[in-house]
């Protein structure tokens, strides 16, 4: 009996192999197909979405290489952008996809997964880039209780908060509007845009009632609108 020994072999050495065997009469050729059992490859398709300030979306495809056996769980390790170490988030996942929670806000992380079959855990996959937790801009709220706060013959000024919620962005304006008591809705005229809580609306006609409203700009767009009361 021969034997044909691979040391050290990898699931590289898998494949379609040909033995000739040959003697003075002739010779002949055999295939025989080699599955190398060994760890997994590397997860595909790995994708973290949906990022907050304390949690993140991960999802994955299974590896393109089960290392010849079934893979059994994936193992799923965060690391802080300014740490050398792993922790771990989960170790028995049985799906491809994982909700992390517990991070802390305004850090950067790395993740990354690994799948696990009998003979070990697999190549691991880290994520492309650091991931920071913030939450998602958004419009800001509308600022809170505008008041006339004064009122002449010619200008009214006008007092308001700030919103009960930025949007995640810094507010950095706040639109002012007017009309004439009575006009429709589409009719509201722009008048400034200013940084502070508080405006002098000027040029009012004498005896004419106005209705005003402010609505507070950061970059992701503007809020709605907020009329005196």
């Known amino acids: 009996m021969s034997f044909l020994v691979i040391p050290e072999s990898t699931r590289d050495d898998s494949g379609r192999y040909s033995l000739t065997l040959s003697n003075s009469a002739g010779e002949k050729a ?6 190398v059992l060994d760890t997994p490859g590397p997860v595909g398709g790995f ?3 949906d990022v907050t300030s304390t949690g993140c979306q991960l999802s994955w495809l299974p590896p393109d290489n089960d290392g010849g056996c079934q893979i059994q769980n994936y193992i799923v390790e965060k690391r802080e952008l300014d740490k ?12 491809t996809s994982f909700k992390v929670t517990g991070l802390t806000p305004g850090c950067d992380y790395y993740f990354r997964v690994m799948a696990v079959n ?13 991931y920071l937790t913030t939450d998602p801009i958004s419009e800001p709220d509308p600022p809170k209780k505008m008041d006339v706060l004064e009122v002449t013959k010619n200008s009214a000024t006008l007092g308001w908060l700030k919103p009960l919620r930025d949007g995640g962005a810094k ?5 002012v509007d007017y009309k004439e008591d009575g006009e429709p809705e589409d009719k ?3 008048y400034s845009v200013v940084k502070d809580l508080t405006i002098v609306v000027v040029g009012l006609k004498e005896g004419t009632k106005y209705k005003f409203r402010v609505a507070a700009r950061n970059v992701a767009g503007t809020s709605l609108a907020r009329e005196a009361e």
Do not use: Q
Not at 87 to 93: E, P, Q, R
């Open 30 to 35: 055999i295939f025989v197909r080699v599955k």
């Open 47 to 49: 994708e973290v979405c």
């Open 84 to 95: 050398k170490t792993w922790s771990n988030c989960i170790n028995d996942l049985k799906k």
């Open 118 to 130: 009998k003979y070990g855990l697999g190549v691991p996959k880290d994520s492309p880039k650091a």
């Open 171 to 175: 507010i950095n304006g706040y639109m």
């Open 188 to 190: 509201w005229t722009p």
